[in-house]
């Protein structure tokens, strides 16, 4: 009888701690968007950018949230490139910024012709500010990089898509007939819990 809570406990813990995820739930799209790179004036002056927001990371043990970024960068031209990760900058859909671009790896790297680079930047909720703060319906990035004597900059858009809460299902209503379905969406808030 001693044993008979350690079952019913195990799962209850089990099911709770499973629900804290790292990410918020939101997606943003378009996932990957393509963007080219062209030095004007120069067609040896070419690359091409794929960009994917990966999330928005809940704030965790003294860290902020922040929205992840995975990119690939592609040197198709044949001057050497870098990134010119300090010109980065990421803003919501109400133009509020969120604090300085970090990269993971942090960049430095020179990108022969030919060669690519994969990876991940993160945009912290700038200080003194919450997730909330934030109009999280879409963001837009503007990104840099240099090739050679001269930098090379965009901007490009993402936006928020809204979530089904529950899944399509199939009814019979007696009216219509057995061929109607119903999708409901929901959009919900953040909270930095």
Same mark, same amino acid.
């Given at each position: 009888?001693?044993?008979?809570?350690?079952?019913?406990?195990a799962?209850a813990?089990?099911?709770?701690?499973?629900?804290?995820?790292?990410?918020?739930?939101?997606?943003?799209?378009?996932?990957?968007?393509?963007?080219?790179?062209?030095?004007?004036?120069?067609?040896? #002056?070419?690359?091409?950018? %794929?960009?994917?927001?990966?999330?928005? &990371?809940?704030? /965790?043990? =003294?860290?902020?949230? +922040?929205?992840?970024?995975?990119?690939?960068?592609?040197?198709?031209?044949?001057?050497?490139?870098?990134?010119?990760?300090?010109?980065?900058?990421?803003?919501?859909?109400?133009?509020?910024?969120?604090?300085p671009a970090?990269?993971?790896?942090?960049?430095?790297?020179?990108?022969?012709?030919?060669?690519?680079?994969?990876?991940?930047?993160?945009?912290?909720?700038?200080?003194?500010?919450?997730?909330?703060?934030?109009?999280?319906? #879409?963001?837009?990035?503007? %990104?840099?990089?240099?090739?050679?004597? &001269?930098?090379? /900059?965009? =901007?490009?858009?993402? +936006?928020?898509?809204?979530?089904?809460?529950?899944?399509?299902?199939?009814?019979?209503?007696?009216?219509?007939?057995?061929?109607?379905?119903?999708?409901?969406?929901?959009?919900?808030?953040?909270?930095?819990?």
């Amino acid at each position: 009888m001693k044993h008979f809570f350690t079952v019913p406990l195990a799962v209850a813990a089990a099911l709770f701690t499973s629900c804290a995820t790292t990410y918020h739930s939101a997606r943003f799209v378009p996932a990957p968007l393509e963007v080219p790179l062209l030095a004007e004036g120069d067609p040896a #002056g070419q690359a091409r950018a %794929l960009l994917s927001v990966r999330g928005i &990371r809940r704030a /965790s043990k =003294g860290n902020p949230a +922040e929205v992840e970024i995975k990119f690939r960068i592609e040197n198709m031209g044949s001057l050497p490139l870098t990134l010119e990760g300090q010109q980065w900058e990421l803003v919501d859909s109400d133009l509020n910024a969120f604090g300085p671009a970090r990269f993971e790896p942090e960049p430095g790297a020179v990108l022969e012709p030919g060669a690519k680079l994969t990876s991940l930047v993160f945009f912290p909720v700038d200080a003194g500010k919450k997730l909330d703060d934030y109009s999280l319906g #879409g963001f837009n990035l503007r %990104l840099a990089i240099r090739m050679q004597d &001269r930098v090379v /900059s965009t =901007g490009v858009a993402f +936006e928020r898509v809204a979530e089904s809460y529950y899944p399509p299902y199939y009814y019979n209503d007696g009216f219509y007939g057995p061929s109607h379905f119903h999708v409901g969406a929901y959009i919900g808030t953040f909270s930095e819990d």
